[in-house]
């Protein structure tokens, strides 16, 4: 079992709070060691380029840099000014700085297509009637919604992640892991990600007070 990253840095007021969900990528990130040992560990082998979309405290890519693949390539991207200040922060305060860098950007927004090895998100995924918008946290310094609100069926994000995964990660050895909640019907999603070609696989699920968390690992072989 490896250590919890230490988030002392953390800005509560302005910056998603690890949680249960955070927590539960953690864990199987740690049970999915083996397969990625596997697949990127190889003689003559680039090193991956991991990317989490939305890393908020960096918790996460800290986690998995420290961990899971050291030598690994880490770019954070976050819409939110203090999220890209504080993960750094994070990943300082565990020694792990090397090979990692922050964007600020939506999304994906600016990376160069199929260069993602491995994808890791763990979206807004809390059903709400409306999005959070950039005019609206720039007026009022509030950028906690843009972790938390994921539209009327809380997939108004991932969708368009999901939407562009072929065009985001490496054609031969991608591989994304993205949390839902049960509201998001995930299986309905596997479904429809296995009908364009996706290998879909649930990794881990977890009970969080009323809500059941879930993260799926994508590929395509």
Not at 40 to 52: C, I, K, Q, R
Not at 93 to 100: A, C, L, S, V
Not at 132 to 144: F, G, H, M, Q
Not at 160 to 183: H, K, M, Q, S
Request: glycine share 6%.
């Amino acid at each position: 079992m490896f250590p919890t990253p230490s988030t002392t840095k953390l800005d509560r007021e302005r910056v998603y709070e690890p949680a249960e969900d955070s927590f539960l990528f953690l864990d199987l990130l740690q049970e999915e060691l083996p397969f990625l040992q596997t697949r990127f560990v190889t003689a003559n082998s680039p090193a991956p380029l991991v990317v989490e979309l939305g890393l908020g405290s960096g918790i996460v890519t800290t986690f998995f840099h420290k961990n899971i693949l050291p030598d690994a390539l880490f770019i954070g991207t976050d819409i939110n000014p203090y999220a890209c200040h504080i993960s750094k922060e994070t990943s300082k305060e565990n020694g792990n700085t090397r090979y990692f860098d922050v964007l600020r950007t939506n999304l994906w927004d600016g990376l160069r297509p199929g260069l993602v090895d491995i994808l890791l998100f763990n979206p807004p995924y809390v059903p709400d009637v409306v999005l959070p918008s950039i005019e609206n946290a720039v007026k009022t310094d509030d950028w906690l919604d843009f972790a938390l609100l994921g539209g009327p069926d809380g997939m108004q994000v991932t969708s368009v992640v999901l939407d562009r995964l072929a065009e985001i990660l490496n054609p031969v050895r991608g591989v994304a892991y993205i949390l839902f909640c049960r509201r998001n019907r995930p299986f309905e999603v596997a479904k429809s990600m296995r009908n364009r070609g996706w290998v879909v696989d649930m990794v881990d699920e977890r009970k969080a007070g009323w809500e059941v968390l879930s993260v799926w690992k994508f590929t395509k072989s």
